[in-house]
């Protein structure tokens, strides 16, 4: 070995070593194996792909359309992971229907809106990256650069036939840097007359796809570790099944991660992210498996604070984190949400991250978060009105999260109770003394902006997505709102009232592993760790703490699943002996 090539690998070692120092972990668990080889594998193949949401089927497809095997690994029994059960919605600038209408989204300016709502306290537009980190506006680059060419080959392949979703605006539309606020979000064309939409429909479409594509599916079949051979590069995969049994997959071009976030694992949650989280709408095996796994092989971890966020009733979080749902969007007129000290804390009619991110206020003199819990006030009227909308149930009194009280008072009595019997879950959850005074103060004052039609305190109703959220044909007769605002209606004087205790908790986390450009995974050096690639909530996602529009996610997630597959595709072991 020349002296060179050898003082290369003893710093490859020192810094993987140091990520393992980081991590917690041994080098022992992560198996070496000759150059290019593994010995006696169960199952030999040229790509291994980890997860079968989004990032991961949508890897799997073009891995296999450049021509590669391709065997994919799902710990669950579920296929279609969490993305099965997202609306179902992807973000994608300049995609095939935009350029067909002749509607114009030029690069310059979306970057310049990524960038101001991702880094908006270093965004400077006349920056060569616009204020944000290089590696990161690279990111950023190549998501416009690649997304419609995603989309524009599932769809002409028939893999996943695309629309244009539902009007929603972007959730910054307001801000100029957003020159096209409408007509990015896309969604699945329903393959069927049976009403199916949403997150089920678009992984049905995208696993018939990767069926029909000869595709090797094995279930309930989870990570390990990975196999390295003496040059770092990642040539296979240990995993268990559901009987505990470990195979050796040998993995000739490299391993794909697409497996989900860590919103169900309590360690990686308490040491990264930090805040109360009290549920997830992640499936339960988003348990971060990719974190301990790639840092074992030195990579580089980011973002691991960060999430995307949403509300969810705190009631059904203290019986299972994995919540039935988020609570998405709350479009309801007569409503305003107070916190412990019964004050009107956030503009109600925000997007779900933006609301459950603010409920992390931290007040420095009372070393608290006020805002924690937010508690949902509204009257019979938006009780009728809503009837079914989450996370109002069909009849007023349908649901055992919701607290009543035919006064406000009475109310705010009753919802110290409910707190009480809480406790035993969650200590610290109480209401200020002065919560009842504040309560009747701050329904006072809400009516009155309710009645002037204009929110002084928070301006609800006053962006296109606020307005999109109260765009449904406006109630008529006995609840009509002839009102200036239609997101604005004043609580009836009299009760009955209702109240529901809001928590902050998680779509899923987007913290992890870095990768670069090619979605290859990035060890301590900034150097790709050959033959490790990402895409998904498992790894640092470009978006840092930011939720540019509904559909981000996904959109992000098989961008960069596209790129793995056709680059893991494209290695070649041998060639490289």
């Known amino acids: ?32 194996a000759d150059k290019g080889s593994v010995a006696s594998p169960d199952i030999e193949t040229d790509v291994v792909i980890v997860g079968s949401g989004a990032a991961g089927s949508v890897a799997a497809l073009f891995a296999r359309q450049a021509g590669a095997r391709v065997l994919l690994i799902e710990k669950s029994s579920h296929y279609g992971g969490t ?101 990015r979000l896309l969604s699945a064309i329903p393959s069927s007359s049976d009403g199916s939409s949403g997150g089920d429909e678009m992984m049905s479409q995208l696993h018939r796809a990767v069926r029909s594509a000869g595709i090797d599916i094995r279930m309930k079949t989870a990570a390990k570790e990975l196999i390295q051979d003496d040059s770092g590069r990642v040539v296979g995969l240990k995993t268990s099944g559901a009987d505990d049994k470990t195979m050796t997959i040998a993995a000739r071009r ?37 974190i301990s796994i790639a840092t074992k092989a030195g990579a580089k971890l980011g973002n691991t604070s960060s999430a995307w966020r949403g509300q969810v009733v705190l009631d059904e979080g203290m019986l299972y984190s994995a919540v039935p749902s988020d609570v998405w969007f709350v479009p309801f007129d007569s409503m305003f949400f107070v916190n412990k000290y019964g004050e009107r804390c956030v503009n109600e009619h925000r997007s779900y991250h933006e609301r459950s991110l603010a409920q992390y206020r931290w007040n420095p003199n009372r070393a608290e978060y006020p805002d924690l819990l937010n508690f949902m006030i509204y009257d019979q009227r938006t009780a ?16 055992d999260y919701v607290i ?55 301006h609800r109703g006053e962006t296109d997505l606020e307005q999109f959220v109260n765009s449904s044909p406006l109630p008529t007769g006995k609840w009509s709102n002839e009102k200036k605002n239609a997101a604005l209606y004043p609580l009836q004087n009299t009760g009955p009232y209702y109240c529901i205790i809001l928590a902050p908790g ?9 990768i670069d450009t090619a979605a290859r995974i990035l060890g301590w ?44 595709a494209s290695n070649d072991v041998a060639a490289n002996r």
């Not at 779509?507 to 870095?514: A, I, V």
């Not at 690639?533 to 981000?552: D, E, F, M, T």
Request: overall charge neutral.
């Open 1 to 32: 070995m020349r002296s060179h090539e050898k003082s290369e690998m003893d710093r490859r070692k020192m810094l993987a070593t140091a990520g393992l120092a980081i991590a917690g972990v041994t080098t022992a668990s992560c198996r070496k």
């Open 404 to 458: 009543t009280g035919q006064t406000l008072e009475e109310l705010a009595g009753n919802i110290g109770k409910r707190l009480d019997t809480l406790k035993t879950g969650v200590s610290g959850l109480s209401l200020a003394p002065e919560f009842t005074s504040n309560l009747k103060k701050s329904f006072t004052r809400f009516n009155a902006f309710a009645r002037a039609g204009k929110d002084e305190d928070f």
């Open 254 to 290: 490299g391993v794909v991660f697409a497996s989900g976030g860590f919103a169900h694992n309590p360690e990686l949650l308490d040491r990264f992210h930090g805040k109360p989280v009290f549920g997830a709408c992640a499936l339960p095996d988003s348990t971060g498996d990719f």
């Open 525 to 568: 050096d900034d150097q790709p760790i050959p033959g490790l690639y990402g895409a998904g909530n498992c790894i640092a996602s470009p978006a840092n703490n930011c939720y540019w529009a509904g559909g981000a996610t996904l959109a992000l997630a098989m961008t960069f699943g596209m790129i793995a597959g056709k680059n893991v």
């Open 384 to 399: 009728e009105i809503q009837a079914g909308t989450m996370p109002i149930p069909p009849t007023p009194d349908g649901a």
């Open 83 to 183: 993305s099965s059960k997202s609306g179902g919605g992807y973000w994608i600038p300049n995609h095939f229907l935009l350029r067909e209408k002749g509607i114009a989204d030029p690069k310059p300016d979306f970057l310049k809106y990524l960038v101001r709502v991702a880094y908006p306290a270093s965004y400077n537009p006349v920056d060569s990256t616009l204020g944000a980190p290089e590696a990161r506006y690279r990111l950023f680059e190549t998501f416009y650069d690649k997304s419609g060419q995603m989309v524009d080959e599932l769809h002409r392949s028939g893999a996943l036939k695309s629309r244009e979703y539902a009007p929603l605006p972007d959730y910054y539309s307001h801000l100029p840097e957003d020159k096209v606020p409408y007509g």
């Open 506 to 514: 998680l779509l899923d986390t987007n913290g992890g592993p870095e």
